[in-house]
DNA sequence: TGAGTATTGATAACGCGCTTTCAAGAGCAT
DNA sequence: ATGCTCTTGAAAGCGCGTTATCAATACTCA
């Protein structure tokens, strides 16, 4: 028999976190703003569900250069990320300004691309 | 009195290496390709000699998403890159394809751009 | 309510990219 | 060629993000 999936408080308040959030977090953040609503969540316990959330894609990766990972929820339109150089946030930004037909080499097969954008946020100024 | 610099045949092979590559190379790839013109040279003389190069400016550091730290030699003209999912190779992509237009968060500065392509490079096709 | 077991917290351990250490080797000025 | 000292190789060490360990806790179902 398959194991049986239980809801706990921390896995609750983790997923909040990232509803809540209208940008990407990192584990870290996550375990901040978890910890706003249930006392005690340990980090330990962030990257489990973070990891099940991802695997039943409820979460999905961000990738950022020279950047840990974030996370964001999942079903979103396609958009991009900007990434604040003061205080390290990843921000959404709406739209895909990208005309995606620049010259490959030949024989190159395409099949994603992703853009960032770099600078300070409003916050931040 | 400034410590003298030495011109030894690791130091060129590794530069030589970053000279033949029209990418940006990873750390473990520059070993490669300077391994063939110096039968021995330890990864540790070839981080020492990136951090050299990028200190003078020769070398610059290009970030990929979730991947290490690649670097290309400096001076180029504008350009971005391109991973391949298969060999996990960096290419450049000339042009700048896109219009930095985007709309932003109200009170959000932008300062630069990053544009990674993703796909299949010709080698692997 | 109580039994059974999935989940948690605290912490040790891991992996990986990178740096440091130090004795041996080798440029460069003389 | 000689000597000074910068550079190198090999390996240990480091930092950081992440995962594993294991006893204690707490869901869920009967």
């Known amino acids: 028999m398959a194991i049986q ?3 706990t408080r921390q896995k609750e308040a983790i997923r909040n976190a ?3 959030a209208d940008r990407p977090l990192s584990p870290e953040e996550a375990l901040g703003t978890a910890q706003t609503e249930v006392e005690a969540v340990s980090i330990a ?3 489990r569900n973070i990891n099940l959330l991802v695997a039943e894609q409820w979460l999905i990766p961000v990738e950022i250069p020279g950047e840990s ?4 929820v999942a079903g979103k339109e396609h958009h991009h990320h900007f990434h ?3 205080c390290g946030k990843v921000y959404e930004v709406e739209g ?3 005309p995606v037909k620049t010259k490959l ?4 097969r395409m099949t994603g691309h992703e ?3 770099y600078g300070t946020c409003a916050a931040c100024r």
Chains 1, 2 share one sequence.
């Not at 990972?69 to 964001?72: G, L, N, S």
């Open 5 to 7: 999936i239980r809801q």
């Open 18 to 20: 990232f509803l809540k």
């Open 45 to 47: 316990t962030v990257y």
């Open 69 to 72: 990972t974030r996370y964001e």
């Open 84 to 86: 604040c150089n003061d």
């Open 96 to 98: 895909c300004a990208v």
């Open 105 to 108: 080499p030949k024989g190159f």
């Open 115 to 117: 853009f960032f954008l």
